[in-house]
Antibody, heavy 117, light 107 residues
Framework: EVQLVESGGGLVQPGGSLRLSCAASGFTVSSNYMSWVRQAPGKGLEWVSV???????YYADSVQGRFTISRDDSRNTVYLQMNSLRGGDTAVYFC???????????WGQGTLVTVSS | SYELTQPPSVSVSPGQTATITCAGD??????AYWYQQKSGQAPVLVIF???KRPSGIPERFSGSSSGTVATLTISGAQVEDEGDYYC??????????FGAGTYVTVL
C-alpha cells in the first residue's frame, strides 16, 4: 500500500527554521518525482518544490534561497529544510508523488507549519 | 509572471454538465492536470496529461485541451462532486504552478 507520512510541522518564530520529513512506503522515492505543495489557511494550493529522479531540484520563487528539498534513499524519505521562515509561510505542507513527471498522483495528509511570534 | 486562470466558481444542478476552464500561455507545450479537493482533505488527481483519467475516477470526469485552454468537464454532476478544483501545470522553466481554484456547487 502506498503511503506518505509527513512530520516535523509546528509553531516557529519568524526567522526560525524547521525541517519537514516525508516518509514513503509502498514505493521508492528515488524512482519518482517527489514534491512539496502547501496550502495557507483558507487559500488555494501553492507548489513549493520538486526533486526529480535525477536529483535535480526546482523551487517556487517565494521560497528560492530559503528552502531546500532533499531525499535520503536509504530511509526512503524526502525532506524540506525551511530557513528564514516568514508569516507568509504558514500553511499545511503536503508531500506528493509524481510517477512519470513533476505532477502528483498521490498525496500525504499534510503537516501544519505556523510561523508566529 | 506565468499564471493559470480559472473561474472562481461554477454552479450546476445534479445531472447537469459542469465545465471548468484553465487558461495559460504555456499550455500548448505543457500538460494540464486537474485536482479535486474537498474540505479538510488532501487533493485527489482526477485528470492527468490533459485527457487521461486515473483508475478509480468516475467516467463522468473528462479533460480536454486546445491551444492555451485546458478544460475539465463533469458530465452528469453528482452532489458528491462538490468541492474545489485546481488545474496544475509547469511553466517553460519546469516550475510548477496551480490555478487559483474553482469551487463547484451542485444543487
Amino acid at each position: 500500500e502506498v503511503q506518505l507520512v509527513e512530520s516535523g510541522g509546528g509553531l516557529v518564530q519568524p526567522g526560525g527554521s524547521l525541517r519537514l520529513s516525508c516518509a514513503a512506503s509502498g514505493f521508492t522515492v528515488s524512482s519518482n518525482y517527489m514534491s512539496w505543495v502547501r496550502q495557507a489557511p483558507g487559500k488555494g494550493l501553492e507548489w513549493v518544490s520538486v526533486i526529480y529522479k535525477s536529483g535535480t531540484t526546482y523551487y517556487a520563487d517565494s521560497v528560492q534561497g530559503r528552502f531546500t528539498i532533499s531525499r535520503d534513499d536509504s530511509r526512503n524519505t524526502v525532506y524540506l529544510q525551511m530557513n528564514s521562515l516568514r508569516g507568509g509561510d504558514t500553511a499545511v505542507y503536503f508531500c506528493a508523488r509524481g510517477p512519470t513527471g513533476p505532477y502528483f498522483d498521490f498525496w500525504g495528509q499534510g503537516t501544519l507549519v505556523t510561523v508566529s511570534s | 509572471s506565468y499564471e493559470l486562470t480559472q473561474p472562481p466558481s461554477v454552479s450546476v444542478s445534479p445531472g447537469q454538465t459542469a465545465t471548468i476552464t484553465c487558461a495559460g500561455d504555456a499550455l500548448p507545450r505543457r500538460h494540464a492536470y486537474w485536482y479535486q479537493q474537498k474540505s479538510g482533505q488532501a487533493p485527489v488527481l482526477v485528470i492527468f496529461e490533459d485527457i487521461k483519467r486515473p483508475s478509480g475516477i468516475p467516467e463522468r470526469f473528462s479533460g480536454s485541451s486546445s491551444g492555451t485552454v485546458a478544460t475539465l468537464t463533469i458530465s452528469g454532476a453528482q452532489v458528491e462532486d462538490e468541492g474545489d478544483y485546481y488545474c496544475y501545470s509547469t511553466d517553460l522553466s519546469d516550475n510548477g504552478l496551480f490555478g487559483a481554484g474553482t469551487y463547484v456547487t451542485v444543487l
